[in-house]
């Protein structure tokens, strides 16, 4: 079944697409079982780290290329807004966030349209929360244990 599947992948996004969310998803619960002491938001940067991780290393493989360092702060940054939206909207946020990552040329088209309208609509309930001063609100009663710098960093540009 795993190969059918691969091989029916390499025509068919929606197929690569849903794994990779799938997979996300799946990352993210066991996770939060395994470690119940960290916030939604020390979770979703683990997710992406490794993600990246994994990137960066594939690249190097396959290119010779060493590509730039990923910093926890860089990490914790890009998933701050994320870690403000509830489970399992976060994690679909960082799946669609990867997918568009991976393949930034074509994320508009229309073999990715769906996914892109998904993550137009969960960005839009972000700013609204922005817009409504209530992103801080949020992302701390969704994570108690974590400061807000790396909101307020990424919160100052805006």
């Not at 059918?4 to 794994?19: M, P, Q």
């Not at 190097?60 to 870690?83: E, P, V």
């Not at 409504?132 to 540009?157: G, H, R, W």
Request: proline share 4%; with cysteine.
């Amino acid at each position: 079944m795993g190969l059918i599947r691969f091989f029916k992948g390499l025509t068919d996004f929606n197929i690569v697409a849903e794994d990779v969310l799938a997979l996300q998803k799946s990352l993210y619960c066991k996770h939060e079982s395994n470690h119940p002491e960290l916030d939604p938001h020390q979770i979703l940067y683990q997710l992406w780290r490794t993600r990246f991780t994994q990137i960066r290393s594939a690249v190097k493989l396959l290119t010779g290329i060493q590509t730039h360092k990923i910093t926890d702060d860089f990490g914790m940054l890009q998933t701050s807004l994320l870690a403000s939206l509830p489970y399992p909207k976060n994690v679909r946020c960082l799946g669609l966030y990867i997918l568009r990552i991976e393949d930034p040329r074509d994320f508009n088209s229309i073999k990715y349209l769906k996914y892109s309208i998904e993550l137009k609509k969960i960005v839009n309930e972000i700013n609204e929360l922005i817009e409504n001063n209530k992103i801080f609100q949020y992302y701390q009663e969704l994570n108690p244990n974590s400061s807000t710098e790396f909101l307020e960093l990424v919160l100052a540009d805006h």
